[in-house]
Each structure stands twice: as C-alpha cells, then as structure tokens.
C-alpha cells in the first residue's frame, strides 16, 4: 500500500464511521454514537500522522497522544476537546464506566459533543494533502 493509499484508507473510514454515528444519533444511540466519533477522529488523526510520519501509526487510542505525535499544534481549547472525545472511547468499553457514560449521552450532551467533534473533524481535514 502507497502512502497515499494509507492515508486513503484512514479518510475513508473515517467517513463511514461517521455516516454510522449521524445514524446512530437519529436513532437515539447517544453512547455508540460518540464512541463511533472517537473512531472517525482517531482515523483521521492516524491519516495525518502517515502524511507527516511515516506509514506505521501508533497503536494507542489516546487523541491527544496521536496528535502530539502527528506533530499537530494543538491548542487548550483542542486539547480539552481531544480529551473528552478519548473518554468516549474507554467509557462505552468498560462495564463500569458504560452505566454512568450511558446516563450522561442525552440528546442534547450527544449534540453539544457532535458539534465540536464536527469542528474537529474539519480542521483535521483540512491539514491533509493528497
């Protein structure tokens, strides 16, 4: 697989990824869905660190780790961002968070996080070059 093809391979995911999450939010499945929007953030993180790195990407799930990592300048407000959307992933995989993590993803918690996942997702779009 090419560089190019790798990174290919990371946007598009990702863009699955996240036609699934915007289903599971009109469905109501506030939990899958923000887990799923780890997923997509992930993948498009791990495409910028192949195009700034090398093709071999981390394999750790922590958002701001990979980022720092891509070599990404990542502000306060992006760092906290980064930070709640990696909880995403470790609350919907552990039975002990699940419960808790479940109660919180209202609609309107799920929306509030969609829309700065969105901002996110733009920005690190606009960092790839192919």
């Known amino acids: 697989m090419t560089k190019e093809e790798h990174i290919e391979y990371w946007l598009d995911t990702a863009e699955e990824d996240w036609r699934v999450a915007n289903h599971l939010f009109e469905k109501g499945d506030y939990s899958w869905c923000l887990f799923l929007c780890h997923l997509v953030i992930e993948k498009l993180l791990k495409a910028v660190y192949v195009q700034n790195i090398v093709r071999n990407v981390p394999f750790i799930h922590d958002l701001t780790k990979i980022a720092k990592k891509a070599n990404i300048e990542v502000d306060d407000e992006k760092k906290v961002i980064l930070d ?4 995403f992933n470790i609350a919907t995989r552990y ?3 699940k419960r808790k993590f479940y109660k919180k993803c209202t609609k309107a918690y799920t929306q509030e ?3 700065k996942i969105r901002e996110i997702r733009i920005w690190l779009k606009k960092m790839i070059k192919l």
Do not use: E, K, S, V
């Not at 709640?84 to 909880?87: R, V």
């Open 84 to 87: 709640t959307i990696t909880t």
């Open 113 to 115: 996080q969609m829309n």
């Open 95 to 97: 039975d002990d968070y």
